[in-house]
């Protein structure tokens, strides 16, 4: 009995000797999606590809219909303020394409020609329903 008893002995210290295998590794996690690129913003469409010379605020030396004094701001965004002297400020649009400036004012489209600009002078002929309407303006 003494031999049966020395052999389990030895084989079970034998099994101890070796080396413990190796632990499992626990999977890693999922990788996370990445989140996709935030959309650009949106294209804005500019009235002018660049910016004309008008651009900024001017006001009435003379012109027909128009009150000396009045304040035509023509802004990048394509904005157009009109502040008369003694009248309630309104705004429409403006947009230069191809060389053609086109004036909106409530809602009306004008073809407006541009007769001479420089630095400090701009004199346009509006093409209105009710007739032509000069306007000489200076910065």
């Given amino acids: 009995m003494r031999l049966p008893v020395l052999a389990v002995c030895v084989i079970a210290l034998a099994a101890c000797d070796r080396a413990a295998p190796p632990p499992v590794a ?12 935030p959309a650009p913003p949106p294209v804005v469409p500019s009235p002018v590809a660049s910016m004309p010379v008008f651009v900024g605020a ?15 701001t023509f802004q990048p965004d394509g904005t157009l303020l009109v502040e008369a002297p003694h009248g309630t400020p309104s705004s429409g649009a403006w947009r230069f394409v191809d060389g053609a400036l086109t004036m909106t004012e409530e809602g009306i489209d004008y073809a407006t020609d541009i007769v001479a600009s420089d630095a400090q002078h701009l004199h346009l002929r509006s093409h209105n329903p009710g007739g032509v309407v000069e306007l000489v303006l200076e910065r």
């Fill in 26 to 37: 626990a999977a890693p996690p999922p990788a996370a999606t990445p989140a996709p690129p």
């Fill in 58 to 72: 001017w006001h009435a030396v003379e012109g027909s219909g128009v009150e000396v004094g009045t304040r035509y």
